[in-house]
């Protein structure tokens, strides 16, 4: 598991890595910046809000590469938020455009991906529902209102319109002499109960596509698009009478459907011919997209096993007492456990060990696999009172700098932490709290630490299957004691 794990956040950072080299633009050209600007903006929204995107664009400034529409696009999925396009301007014509042409496909499939679509203002206009304006007296919304600030997650967004709101349509560019292939990739069993992995598979972007019975057994179609002519596709199978209990057996079997000329790229990688650098790019990162879902899938499974086994909640004398399970030694990356002899198999501690050392290694880029987070801004007090010469411009030039500490709100921050938590996993980093009881545990939840003074991030994360009412009861206790901190 480890070792999977680390493939998949390698990975993850050589994409990131080329996805901000290739948005190094500014915020107010392309969709890019407009969509990064947006979801920036959308953050300052209260925790339980629905969130929506519209953008208004003529589509001719769109994104620079296809690893910056990957990075915006995940940026909205992992926030949960709907995307809907406005595309103005009137058709163009390629001989007076001077090479200037909207991009409508790009449009569709990042509305598509993200549970929007694509509105024609033309046809808005022409329809006179939706240009009629509501009526005063009764305050009734008119069909684009309702379109856009209602509720719309159930309506699919591969409709040609969405509550009598007009979508623009596009043709499709099927080669019917080579149409799409589907292909078989693998099948696996999990133990774990079936809305928890249809949960993390939504928050990654897949939608409800079918859901069948057949006799006492229960298939569940989930569809990806992972680009504009291949789907991915994620099926479940499970009895019905053990649906949603712990113990039970998932069947998932994943298979994809694409053009001929990408599935054989993807089966034959390592093709010599292959000397493209963009089709080696798109194969390098289709596969690991599909490897990504089996080592969250396993990662899950180990998380859910908490309550199976009280080595795995069962804490000795010294970590409740507030010494933290792991630590880092000078010059290291990975952590140790702190008890001596706990890591060896055969010990006492070794289910305790072995079943929370994978938290300490978990990349914050890859939480919305298997939790739902939050996050609370700190801004921590500095130890003395600020001199009046720290923003002289002579004082910077002379050399002369003052010192921002922040140890006494650091010292009370950690404290507060330590009192709202179970145990502390990794001193100043990383704190867990055993839901809803510590003897009787069921879920857990985290909290990660990101400093850069005086700024602290806190990321709070539930396990996938937390009730809401135990996260908000959590949530809230923590928020309340740190809000009544002072230094």
């Known amino acids: 598991i480890e070792r999977q794990l680390a493939e998949v956040r390698n990975d993850e950072h050589s994409n990131a890595e080329s996805f901000a080299a290739s948005s190094s633009y500014d915020y107010g050209y392309g969709l890019g910046g407009m969509v990064t600007a947006g979801v920036l903006g959308l953050q300052l929204l209260p925790r339980n809000a629905i969130k929506g995107l519209i953008l208004l664009t003529d589509g001719v400034s769109g994104f620079q590469s296809q690893g910056t529409m990957h990075a915006a696009l995940n940026q909205m999925r992992e926030a949960n938020i709907s995307c809907w396009v406005v595309q103005v301007g009137g058709p163009s014509n390629p001989s007076t455009s001077y090479g200037l042409m909207p991009d409508s496909e790009a449009l569709k499939f990042m509305t598509e991906v993200c549970n929007g679509c694509l509105l024609d203002p033309d046809k808005m206009l022409r329809c006179a529902e939706a240009a009629a304006a509501p009526s005063p007296s009764n305050g009734e919304a008119n069909t684009m209102q309702r379109a856009l600030f209602y509720w719309t997650f159930q309506e699919s967004a591969r409709n040609t319109n969405l509550r009598g709101l007009p979508c623009k349509e596009l043709p499709t560019f099927e080669d019917k002499f080579w149409p799409n292939l589907e292909r078989d990739l693998h099948s696996y069993s999990i133990t774990a109960p ?127 007492d507030g010494m933290p399970l792991f630590y880092l030694p000078p010059n290291q990356n990975k952590p140790v456990p702190s008890m001596e002899g706990g890591g060896e198999k055969g010990d006492k501690e070794y289910a305790l060990i072995s079943f929370w050392c994978h938290m300490c290694s978990i990349d914050l880029t890859l939480w919305s ?86 700024c602290v991030i806190l990321h709070v994360g539930y396990i996938e299957g937390t009730p809401y009412s135990l996260q908000e009861q959590w949530f809230d206790s923590l928020y309340n004691s740190l809000k009544a901190l002072h230094v």
Not at 376 to 397: F, H, N, R
Not at 410 to 438: D, I, M, Q
């Open 194 to 320: 079936l809305f928890c992995i249809v949960g993390s598979r939504i928050r990654e972007g897949f939608f409800l596509k079918d859901l069948t019975f057949k006799d006492s057994q229960v298939e569940l179609h989930l569809s990806f698009l992972w680009q504009a002519c291949v789907t991915i596709e994620y099926i479940i199978t499970t009895t019905w009478t053990n649906m949603d209990v712990n113990g039970s057996k998932l069947l998932v079997a994943t298979h994809y459907t694409g053009p001929y000329t990408f599935v054989h790229d993807v089966h034959c990688n390592l093709n010599p011919n292959i000397t493209s650098s963009h089709r080696l790019a798109a194969v390098k990162k289709f596969t690991h997209t599909l490897k990504s879902y089996k080592v969250a899938d396993t990662m899950l499974e180990h998380f859910l096993s908490l309550p199976s086994s009280p080595g795995h909640y069962t804490l000795p004398q010294s970590v409740l």
């Open 369 to 454: 696999k298997w939790f739902h987070s939050d996050k609370i801004i700190l801004i921590l007090g500095p130890d003395s009172v600020l001199p009046q010469s720290i923003l002289d411009s002579s004082a910077s030039s002379s050399g002369r700098f003052a010192t921002l500490l922040c140890q006494v709100a650091s010292a009370k921050l950690y404290s507060a932490l330590k009192v709202n938590s179970t145990f502390t996993l990794l001193e100043g980093t990383s704190y867990v709290r055993l839901l809803p009881t510590r003897d009787n545990p069921l879920y857990f939840g985290l909290v990660r630490v990101v400093q850069k003074y005086p």
